[in-house]
């Protein structure tokens, strides 16, 4: 099998699953009682917390694990608006993931108006587009650092900016973007994930600016600074924190790799492909390409030792075109057409190189067939 789907999960680290073991036999108690082992696996969390700052390495704030990014982000903009006080706009950008839109559409049900902001075909937001959305009414807005489907990276530095001119909070989805590019200044609140950089499943984290913080979503204990509740797994987060730390310190290295494989991969393919999205603003790890006539479902099945999509996990199953691509001017046919290749520090030239051949080779001979 070769692994081409890193957007929808990454290969667990070998130092990760090493340093979760411990905590997943032996060490199982529960992290929030007074006893000498509850107190061991809380000073564990915290090492674990410390490391997940500083790979997102921003001044004045802190991060509180959740189960999910999904869950960061749903408290993040629910919670916001709770405490807004009479700002109930939110603005955001039509390809945003499923868990900022589908968001934005339960609190538009509570009354609350959403602005969904177009992109150009390059994927990328208009900052005029943002700025004419912004004013006094708007409690926050909601950007995607890398987006998950085509790879754009979004100027969330600018959007930020400007929403603090009015007043408002900024989140950013840096799900993509943690470990892989630099997280810019601006956001209030960030929205991080552990398997997307090589971590365990089901943990995510939220970070807060110091002021920033959004009412609670899930009541309880309390356990997460009164702010979340429900007991921490320490397995999850000490293999986090150390999926963290790996980021943090392979960064370099692990950039280096991924750009001598977009070369490899763009060397590799035919001319008849094309990129979706910025081919210049994106993470090169992340390859959405399209191809006139191609049955792209089709191609998954028959390429069934390569791993890849057709876009977005959360989606994939839904039988619909994928709203990003629909979003950038793509006809259904066209977003029909479209792959998703993603790869990462595990991926191999080679493989990567077999892969990319192995599979223009089967949509020429879908072509073949056809003509």
Partial sequence: MIYLDYQATTPVAPEVVQATRP????????????????????????????????AI??????????????EAINWALKGTIERAKGRNRIVTIATEHAAVLDSCEWLEAQGCDIIRLPVAPDGLVDLGDVKAALDERVGIVAAMLVNNEIGVIQ??????????????????????????????????????????????????????????????????????????????????????????????????????????????????????????????????????????????????????DIAFSLGSACASGSGRPSHVLRALGLSDTQARSSIRLGFGRYTTEDELVDAVTRIDAAARAQQDIAA
Avoid at 59 to 68: I, K, M, N, Y
Wanted: aromatic share 6%; hydrophobic share 45%; net charge negative.
């Fill in 23 to 54: 905590w997943a036999e032996n060490h199982f108690a529960n992290p929030h009682s007074p006893s000498r082992w509850g107190r061991e696996a809380a000073a564990a969390i915290e090492v674990a917390r410390d490391r997940v700052e500083n």
């Fill in 57 to 70: 390495c921003l001044p004045g704030g802190s991060v509180a694990f959740t189960g999910s990014a999904t």
């Fill in 155 to 304: 100027p969330v530095a600018e959007i930020a900016e400007a929403a603090h001119e009015v007043g408002a909070f900024m989140l950013c989805d840096a799900v993509q973007g943690l470990g892989r590019v630099t997280i810019p200044l601006g956001p209030d609140l960030i929205a991080v994930s552990a398997h997307k950089i090589h971590g365990p499943k089901a943990i995510g984290a939220l970070w807060m600016r110091q002021g920033a913080e959004p009412a609670p979503l899930i009541h309880g204990g309390g356990q997460e600074q009164g702010l979340r509740s429900g007991t921490l797994s320490p397995a999850l987060c000490v293999g986090f924190g150390m999926a963290a730390k790996l980021a943090a310190e392979r960064g370099r290295q692990d950039h280096d790799h991924i750009e001598l494989l977009w070369q490899a991969a763009m060397a590799a393919l035919g001319p008849d492909w094309i990129v979706n999205g910025s081919s210049d603003q994106r993470y090169h790890g992340n390859f959405n390409l399209r191809r006139e006539g191609l049955d792209a479902a089709r191609l998954i099945s028959d390429l069934r």
